[in-house]
């Protein structure tokens, strides 16, 4: 054991884990987290009461009565399920799962079944679950009528289960609240669905620190156990901001900085000062047309130069895009440089050792040649662009900003949007 883990161990045990809790995170027999704690001074208590806040029992109480067994609400809240059956008892709202019908209950409790008027039937008997009254009714052989489930449903469950289970609120109001919970989690079982694994206390921690630092890919070698859709989603179900879009974001005095000494510092000393990449400073200052002195120049003219001028890449574009857009498969607008044409202009002038003048009219008719042709040969070098309509155009940009685009960011955004993860609206 390290000592880095020890220390997490203790901040977890100072915090209310006991000695059975400890052993069943970090996977430790008791005698060996017992032998580290007595070398370090500390005796272990076998079993420390861990309280709940009050955040922990409001969640708990809900996704229990949506139809959360207390066996997962175990494994997503991390504490016994012991513990949590007694805690509900006490507040007064436990149900009893083998609960005793009275011939009088049953003829009351079949006229809203039948109706699926669950309003009424928790009104009227509040401590009986519904699970309860479906396995009664299914053994007295009394159907409900919107209980069945049709072939759309089941589509719908295969297609989301997997990623929405234990989010119990999320789940009922897919189905527009004509299942229970443990409906759903039935029908999942009998038709061989998997549920995840809820997310641990160390898996959040490692979330939160480095997804804003660190792509979806990267963050998969850190979350072994997490594939990068899965990933996403917990992201954007904590509001945690991507890496992409930290760089692109700024406040206003990040701003007001840029603007007062973008010809003091370079992009990369600004860079630093304020903690963003340089390429993100060349991007922003782009967008908000902050050229630094020697920028305000023939450099916009060159680009439309060669953006007038490069029809056979826009030809093979539309041609490899089959003339639609590539994402909604209707009419295209714009042809979209995935590789950034900025990028590639300033490869092209580097490579021809050409300094910007302050005028186009200044290049001769062989200089621009040159300049076109290098710009052609490196462009091929990039992939080929993409046809898109004007708002998924529009959208990109809008999340990405302008220049300084690439294919990280394309390659993002395609998955985000095939995954829904994005408004399109």
Same mark, same amino acid.
């Given at each position: 054991?390290?000592?880095?883990?020890?220390?997490?161990?203790?901040? $977890?045990? =100072?915090? /209310?884990? /006991?000695?059975?809790? #400890?052993?069943?995170?970090?996977?430790?027999?008791? +005698?060996?987290? +017992?032998?580290?704690?007595?070398?370090?001074?500390? %005796?272990?208590?076998? &079993?420390?009461?861990?309280?709940?806040?009050?955040?922990?029992?409001?969640?708990?109480?809900? $996704?229990?009565?949506?139809?959360?067994?207390?066996?997962?609400?175990? &494994?997503?809240?991390?504490?016994?399920?012991?513990? !949590?059956?007694?805690?509900?008892?006490?507040? /007064?709202?436990?149900?009893?799962?083998?609960?005793?019908?009275? *011939?009088?209950?049953?003829?009351?409790?079949?006229?809203?079944?039948?109706?699926?008027?669950?309003?009424?039937?928790?009104?009227?008997?509040?401590?009986?679950?519904?699970?309860?009254?479906?396995?009664?009714?299914?053994?007295?052989?009394?159907?409900?009528?919107?209980?069945?489930?049709?072939?759309? $449903?089941?589509?719908?469950? %295969?297609?989301?289960?997997?990623?929405?289970?234990?989010?119990?609120?999320?789940?009922?109001? #897919?189905?527009?609240?004509?299942?229970?919970?443990?409906?759903?989690?039935?029908?999942?079982?009998?038709?061989?669905?998997?549920?995840?694994?809820?997310?641990?206390?160390?898996?959040?921690?490692?979330?939160?620190?480095?997804?804003?630092?660190?792509?979806?890919?990267?963050?998969?070698?850190?979350?072994? %156990?997490? @594939?990068?859709?899965?990933? !996403?989603?917990?992201?954007? &179900?904590?509001?945690?901001?991507?890496?992409?879009?930290? *760089?692109?974001?700024?406040?206003?005095?990040?701003?007001?900085?840029?603007?007062?000494?973008? =010809?003091?510092?370079?992009?990369?000393?600004?860079?630093?000062?304020?903690?963003?990449? &340089?390429?993100? !400073?060349?991007?922003?200052?782009?967008?908000?047309?902050?050229?630094?002195?020697?920028? %305000?120049?023939?450099?916009? *003219?060159?680009?439309?130069?060669?953006?007038?001028?490069? #029809?056979?890449?826009? *030809?093979?574009?539309?041609?490899?895009?089959?003339?639609?857009?590539?994402?909604?498969?209707?009419?295209? $607008?714009?042809?979209?440089?995935?590789?950034?044409?900025?990028?590639?202009?300033?490869?092209?002038?580097?490579?021809?050792?050409?300094?910007?003048?302050?005028?186009?009219?200044?290049?001769?008719?062989?200089?621009?040649?040159?300049?076109?042709?290098?710009?052609?040969?490196? +462009? @091929?070098?990039?992939?080929?662009?993409?046809?898109?309509?004007?708002?998924?155009?529009?959208?990109?940009?809008?999340?990405?900003?302008?220049?300084?685009?690439?294919?990280? +960011?394309?390659?993002?955004?395609?998955?985000?949007?095939?995954?829904?993860?994005?408004?399109?609206?």
């Amino acid at each position: 054991m390290t000592e880095e883990l020890f220390k997490e161990m203790l901040h $977890d045990y =100072n915090s /209310g884990y /006991g000695l059975d809790d #400890l052993s069943s995170k970090f996977e430790f027999e008791n +005698q060996t987290i +017992q032998k580290w704690f007595n070398k370090n001074g500390i %005796k272990l208590i076998k &079993s420390k009461a861990r309280h709940f806040s009050k955040d922990e029992m409001d969640n708990i109480i809900s $996704d229990y009565k949506n139809g959360m067994r207390p066996y997962e609400l175990s &494994s997503k809240y991390n504490r016994n399920s012991g513990t !949590i059956i007694s805690k509900l008892k006490t507040i /007064g709202i436990y149900e009893y799962y083998n609960h005793r019908f009275t *011939d009088k209950e049953i003829e009351s409790i079949e006229k809203y079944y039948i109706e699926g008027n669950w309003e009424m039937i928790k009104n009227d008997f509040p401590n009986i679950s519904k699970s309860s009254i479906h396995t009664k009714m299914s053994k007295l052989g009394i159907p409900m009528s919107s209980f069945h489930w049709n072939e759309y $449903d089941v589509e719908l469950l %295969k297609k989301y289960y997997c990623d929405m289970y234990g989010n119990i609120n999320d789940l009922i109001a #897919l189905f527009n609240n004509k299942y229970t919970y443990s409906a759903i989690t039935s029908k999942a079982n009998k038709i061989g669905l998997k549920t995840r694994e809820f997310w641990n206390e160390k898996e959040l921690s490692i979330l939160k620190d480095n997804y804003s630092n660190l792509t979806p890919d990267e963050m998969v070698f850190l979350l072994p %156990k997490r @594939n990068k859709k899965t990933i !996403i989603n917990k992201a954007n &179900s904590l509001n945690l901001k991507s890496k992409v879009v930290c *760089d692109t974001e700024f406040s206003e005095e990040d701003i007001l900085f840029i603007k007062n000494n973008l =010809n003091i510092y370079t992009d990369n000393e600004i860079g630093n000062i304020i903690n963003r990449s &340089s390429s993100s !400073i060349n991007s922003l200052r782009y967008r908000l047309g902050l050229l630094k002195t020697y920028e %305000k120049s023939s450099y916009n *003219d060159l680009s439309e130069y060669v953006k007038r001028n490069n #029809l056979e890449w826009k *030809d093979l574009s539309m041609k490899n895009s089959n003339y639609k857009c590539v994402l909604t498969g209707k009419r295209f $607008d714009d042809i979209h440089h995935i590789h950034s044409l900025n990028f590639i202009l300033n490869e092209t002038l580097c490579n021809l050792n050409i300094n910007i003048k302050k005028d186009i009219k200044e290049y001769n008719e062989i200089e621009l040649k040159n300049i076109l042709s290098e710009f052609k040969k490196v +462009q @091929n070098n990039y992939p080929l662009g993409v046809c898109l309509s004007k708002n998924i155009h529009v959208l990109f940009h809008k999340l990405y900003g302008f220049g300084k685009n690439n294919a990280e +960011q394309w390659n993002e955004f395609v998955y985000n949007y095939k995954n829904n993860l994005i408004d399109v609206a």
